[in-house]
C-alpha cells in the first residue's frame, strides 16, 4: 500500500493518496516508514497550498498523526531527536500560517481603516453642502446620500481618533439638520404668507371695485374660496393675519345677515392650500 500512497502522491492525486496514506497510517501507527511518507505528504500540504484554511487543517492532521505516532512507536534515542525534528517543522509551519494570518487580517484592518476614514471625508463634504442646501429638493437629496454615506461606514472598526471624529461629526450634522430644516421651513412660510397676502389684497380689490356683485353668494364663494379663505391661518405671520382680518372685516361688513352667514360657513367649508 505504501507504494500506492505514493503512485497517488506523484501523480497529483491528492485526495487518493490522503485516503490510502490515512488507512495505511491507522493500519501501521508505530511504523516509521509509513509515518515518515504520511506525516511528510501532510507537512508538505500544510506548506505549499493556497487556501490557507487548508494548510490549517492539514497543519491540525499532521499534529494528531504525529501525537499517535510518538504515543505508539517503539522510542530510542534517535527515535526521541527524530520525533523532536517532526514537531520542530510542524510549529514552523503552524508559526508561518499565523504570520500569513496576521498579514491578511492587518491588510483587512488597514482596507476598513482606509474605508472610514474616506467616509468621514465625504461626510464632512456632505455637512458643507448641506449648510448651502437653498431648496428643500436640494436638502432631501443631500440628507439622502449622507445616510448612504453613513451607513458604510464600519462603526465596530472606527479607531479611537476616527470614532471622536465621527462622533463630533455625527453630533454637528444632526444640529445643522435642524437648523437648515427650520431655515428651509420659515423659507416655504415667507413664500406661503407672500401668496396669502397677495391674494387677500386681490379678494379685497375685487370686492371693493363692484360690491353689489357679491350679494350673490355664487360669486361670493368663488371670490372667497380662491382668495381670502385659500390659506391655512396656522402658517400665517402674525403681520399677514392682521391684513386678513383687516380685508375680512371689511366685507364682512358690507355685508347683509345672510351674506355674514355664508361668509362664515364659507371661512369653514373652503379647502386650504398645502403650498
Do not use: W
Not at 44 to 65: H, I, M, T, Y
Not at 195 to 216: I, P, T, V
Not at 265 to 272: A, Q
Request: charged residues 30%; contains cysteine.
Amino acid at each position: 500500500m505504501l507504494t500506492l500512497f505514493n503512485n497517488y502522491k506523484e501523480s497529483g492525486k491528492i485526495s487518493e493518496a490522503l485516503l490510502v496514506g490515512r488507512n495505511l497510517f491507522n493500519r501501521n501507527s508505530a511504523n516509521s516508514e509509513v509515518f515518515n511518507a504520511y506525516y511528510n505528504f501532510l507537512c508538505l500540504l500544510a506548506e505549499s497550498l493556497p487556501s490557507l484554511n487548508e494548510r490549517k487543517d492539514f497543519a491540525g492532521q499532521a499534529s494528531v498523526v504525529l501525537a499517535f505516532y510518538s504515543e505508539n512507536a517503539e522510542l530510542t534515542a534517535e527515535r526521541v531527536v527524530e520525533i523532536g525534528n517532526h514537531q520542530q517543522r510542524l510549529s514552523l509551519i503552524i508559526e508561518a500560517i499565523s504570520d500569513v494570518e496576521c498579514a491578511q487580517f492587518e491588510s483587512i484592518r488597514a482596507e476598513i481603516e482606509k474605508r472610514n476614514d474616506d467616509g468621514i471625508k465625504k461626510l464632512y463634504k456632505l455637512k458643507d453642502e448641506l449648510h448651502g442646501a437653498a431648496t428643500q429638493e436640494q436638502f432631501d437629496k443631500t440628507l439622502t446620500e449622507v445616510g448612504r454615506v453613513d451607513s458604510e461606514i464600519d462603526k465596530d472598526s472606527l479607531t479611537d481618533k476616527q470614532n471622536k471624529i465621527y462622533e463630533t461629526l455625527t453630533r454637528e450634522h444632526t444640529d445643522l439638520i435642524s437648523s437648515k430644516m427650520r431655515e428651509l421651513e420659515y423659507k416655504k412660510n415667507i413664500e406661503y404668507n407672500k401668496k396669502a397676502s397677495d391674494s387677500f389684497a386681490k379678494a379685497f380689490k375685487q370686492f371693493r371695485d363692484d360690491e353689489s356683485k357679491y350679494k350673490n353668494q355664487t360669486q361670493l364663494f368663488s371670490l372667497a374660496s380662491s382668495t381670502l379663505f385659500a390659506y391655512d391661518a396656522s402658517r400665517l405671520f402674525n403681520e399677514t393675519l392682521i391684513y386678513y382680518n383687516h380685508v375680512y372685516s371689511y366685507i364682512f361688513s358690507k355685508m347683509d345677515d345672510e351674506g355674514k352667514l355664508a361668509l362664515t360657513r364659507f371661512s369653514i367649508e373652503c379647502e386650504r392650500k398645502l403650498m
